[in-house]
Structure formats: structure tokens, C-alpha cells
Nanobody, 123 residues
């Protein structure tokens, strides 16, 4: 059983900062990549940032220069440092990971999601 647990969301004023964390636990053989997505009310879920096992990062244009994704391979944890937050960043933020899990010797590749954490930016 693989679980992704997010933390760090909350309410912040425009221009403020928040740091999200996502810890992966369970029968993990290898984590290929991790990332953050977000979904605002009445909008589709969108990619925010991703990071691969070798540290390659990718960002949505809307967050470049403001958000930084980083990972701690030893802790199976990914972080999202969000600076200069805007009201338009308000959304539920979801952690995502492509993981090869180990079930009794069987290796299974799958995509996993966290439960989501609310980020609200007030103007």
C-alpha cells in the first residue's frame, strides 16, 4: 500500500509565502517522479511543477520564478516553496507521484495522488 500525505496548506495574504510537503510511504521500490497539481473551483486540475528522480524540474508558466519544487530522495518527500502568492493561486493542491511499488516481489508501476491541501490567498 502506497500513501501520499500532504501538509502545509493554509490561508495567506497576497504576496506571502507557503511551503507544501508531500511524504510518500509504503512498499516503494522506486519513485520515478513527483509533482504538484492544483484545482481551483470550477476549473480543471492543472500541473504546477514536477521533479524527476535525477532532479529535473518543470514548471507551469504561471508559477515560474515564484514557485520552487525540490525533493529529498532519502525521505521520499517533495516540497513546493510558493513565494509571491496571488489570489489566482487559490486552489486545492494535490501531490502526485509515479511509483514502482513492490508487492510480495511483484513490481508494479502506477500513478498515485494525495488527498489534497487547500491553499487560499487573500487580496
Amino acid at each position: 500500500q502506497v500513501q501520499l500525505v500532504e501538509s502545509g496548506g493554509g490561508l495567506v495574504q497576497s504576496g506571502g509565502s507557503l511551503r507544501l510537503s508531500c511524504a510518500v510511504s509504503g512498499s516503494i521500490f522506486r519513485i520515478n517522479a513527483m509533482g504538484w497539481f492544483r484545482q481551483a473551483p470550477r476549473k480543471e486540475r492543472e500541473l504546477v511543477a514536477t521533479i524527476t528522480k535525477d532532479g529535473t524540474t518543470n514548471y507551469a508558466d504561471s508559477v515560474k520564478g515564484r514557485f520552487t519544487i525540490s525533493g529529498d530522495n532519502a525521505k521520499n518527500t517533495v516540497y513546493l516553496q510558493m513565494n509571491s502568492l496571488k489570489p489566482g493561486d487559490t486552489a486545492v493542491y494535490y501531490c502526485n507521484s509515479e511509483i514502482i511499488s513492490n508487492y510480495s516481489g511483484r513490481l508494479l508501476l502506477d500513478d498515485y495522488w494525495g488527498q489534497g491541501t487547500q491553499v487560499t490567498v487573500s487580496s
